[in-house]
């Protein structure tokens, strides 16, 4: 699949519910309202709308949400999609997670042929792990994150890094990371669905983050070997790789070879922008894949150049209505 600024759309990120366990203050309201469960793709749905994506040449799958291991039995489509890695037809399943379950699921996944998982932690300490997350409970995570290391997974942490609220704990996640033997993505807030809070507040530029870690550690660009749009760095006094995800202050558009299908069937091409295409009619009208075929083809003939997020005390408001837990993080 190529679009039309020449870029080859070969990863897909599925989100499986739009529900999380968690209420991260720059991610839901308190008060979210869910979609109803029978608006929901089922299992063996997301299934084959992945097998379609898969049979036009996405090559990596990234399950996500909301909190992807709340979909009952969504064990079973890690298994079920394993087929695809078995055949050679894709290189690498993987997850977004915020850890609360993976205690239970991470030697399940790892038997599903699932190497990595992505860890959202913007905090090593309790209360504030707590307050960020509005209930979340901080030891729940960190078995979680112990139990996918003993079973042999990589483990990324991502952290949303927040002026006021965690940046004097960057440094220690940097060190943490380094003893444990995890890579570290830091990522910028983006203004995505109205959330309780002022964002404009929250907002700190990676480049500053950056600026001041360079006291403390040495961090050696390293060449981008994952296609994303995290710039990494390679922390010498611990070994470990930093990555640094700034879609506010350096755009990544350009590199862009991914596109987002949510729970309902629903694919975005492009996270900052309303544009999306509607894959459950053209699935749920007829067994073979064909209208589907027709549909992801339109649908990627559309993606756009880019985003244009922008936040500041002009710009107070987010830009795209949905949360980041309805297209998929
Ligand atoms: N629940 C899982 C988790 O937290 O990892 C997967 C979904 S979550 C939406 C995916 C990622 O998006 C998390 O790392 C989260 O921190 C990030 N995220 C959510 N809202 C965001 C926002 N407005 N700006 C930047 N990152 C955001
Ligand atoms: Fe849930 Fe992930 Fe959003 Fe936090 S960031 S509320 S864990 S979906």
Redesign the pocket.
Known sequence: MIDPFGRSISYLRVSVTDR?????V???TEDMTFLPKKDLLSLEELDRMCGAFVSLGVRKLRIT???PLVRRDVLSLFQSLSRHLATGALEELTL?T?GTQLEKYAEGLKAAGVKRVNV?LDSLDPERFRAI?RW?NHAQVMTGIAAAKAAGLKVKINCVAMRGVNEDEIDGLVAWCGREGFDLVLIETMPMGEVDGDRTSQYLPLSLVRARLAHRWTLEPIPDMTGGPARYTRCAETGGRVGFITPMTHNFCESCNRVRLTCTGTLYMCLGQEDAADLRTPLRASESDDLLFAAIAEAIGRKPKGHDFVIDRRHNRPAVSR???VTG?
Not at 20 to 24: E, F, Q
């Open positions: 999380c366990d968690l209420r991260c720059y991610c839901m949400g909301g909190e977004t915020n959202s997350t979340g949360t980041m837990s993080g």
